[in-house]
Structure formats: C-alpha cells, structure tokens
T-cell receptor
C-alpha cells in the first residue's frame, strides 16, 4: 500500500516551454500532496503544499505563477513549470499524505527535468 | 523554523559492519520518520516513530524516538552493499491550522565496501 507514481520520470525541454509533471496516489486517497525540489547532494526542499480542491500553499521564495499546482482529485496533483529556463533544471519529487491523520508522507520516484 | 541536525554527514564502512546515525533538534517533535533515498529515486519510508521512547525495528534496521522528543537514531546491523544510499530523518512541523509539513535533516550518505 501507499504507492505514489510520477510521470514522466524524466523530461528534456527547450527553454521557454512549459512542462507538466503528474503525481498520483495509486492505492489510497491523498488529501494533501507536496512538491519538492532536490539539487544534487542536497536534502529535499519543499516547494508547495496542495490540498484537494483548494489552492496550493507555496513556500517562501517559490513563484506561484512559475510553478502551477493543481490538485483536482484525491489521487492526482500536477505541477506545471511554466516558461522553463535552465536554472529550473532539477529533480522534482512529489509526496502524498493519507487520511489516517498521521504525518507520514509517501514519495513518488521523482522527475528529472533538464531545460536546454 | 525547526531544524533537524543529522549526523554523520557521510559514512564509509565495510560490509557486515553495523551503522548508527542520529538526528537532533532544539524543538520537540511528536513524530520521527526515517527515509532512504537511492540515486535518482524518491525517498522510501523505512521507519515511523510516534511515541517518546519507542524502539521500532524493520528487518536489520532499528530506530528509536528519544525520551526528550528532541532526538532519534537509526541503526543498521550487518550492513550489505544494497544499504548504500542517503538516509534522511524527518519530522512534522505545523504549517498553519491543522496542516503539517515535513522538515528534513541534511542526510547521511552511506557507502558500503563489499
């Protein structure tokens, strides 16, 4: 149980294009999903928290118009990197928190974004 | 904000040796989580701790929730090559109302020499 998938696993795009990353909870319903960014040899950096049916809460310094988050259902959240630039290249990981009231988060396998 | 201090930053050990790593905080946590991350993958939850003093095992892994609620350790016994990876401790912090987010330690990079 508690499986989270991400798609795509990797993507290469040209500068100026937009990229959408999907995060799905496969065997449970996730009221809350999180999006992280991770640079090489560093810990995870929380970008935003999304609650199903409401607007995402962004961490300080994260541009909400740059990183669009939609959590339209209890099993799907999407992150769209708009007008991507090389500095947006990173490893993006989502996680999901279930409804059992505990604070465990279950992570997806990550998406490697490379912007040329 | 609440910070987690994780140590050691890295470890190089021989296969078969035992490993210990820990996390400390200046603030109290009501949950401690330990994750392992393989290269190019997302973190995988290893052990979750919910009560002060709790000692929980998962195979060769054992983790304890410190009595002061400000620390936790993870032990790996009889290490094997597939234990290689980055281990993170994490704890929930309130992000407003009844919402929580995780704060992570900086990770312990474990290398196991066969």
């Amino acid at each position: 149980g508690a499986v989270v998938s991400q798609h795509p696993s990797w993507v290469i795009c040209k500068s100026g294009t937009s990229v959408k990353i999907e995060c799905r909870s496969l065997d449970f319903q996730a009221t809350t999903m999180f999006w992280y960014r991770q640079f090489p040899k560093q810990s995870l950096m929380l970008m935003a928290t999304s609650n199903e049916g409401s607007k995402a809460t962004y961490e300080q310094g994260v541009e909400k118009d740059k990183f669009l988050i939609n959590h339209a259902s209890l099993t799907l959240s999407t992150l769209t990197v708009t007008s991507a630039h090389p500095e947006d290249s990173s490893f993006y990981i989502c996680s999901a928190r279930g409804r059992d009231g505990r604070n465990e988060q279950f992570f997806g396998p990550g998406t490697r974004l490379t912007v040329l | 904000g609440q910070q987690l201090n994780q140590s050691p930053q890295s470890m190089f050990i021989q296969e078969g040796e035992d490993v210990s790593m820990n996390c400390t905080s200046s603030s109290i946590f009501n949950t401690w989580l330990w994750y392992k991350q393989d290269p190019g993958e997302g973190p995988v939850l290893l052990i979750a701790l919910y009560k002060a003093g709790e000692l929980t095992s998962n195979g060769r892994l054992t983790a304890q929730f410190g009595i002061t609620r400000k620390d936790s350790f993870l032990n790996i016994s009889a290490s094997i090559p597939s234990d290689v990876g980055i281990y993170f401790c994490a704890g929930p912090v309130n992000s407003g109302g009844s919402n929580y987010k995780l704060t992570f330690g900086k990770g312990t990079l474990l290398t196991v020499n066969p």
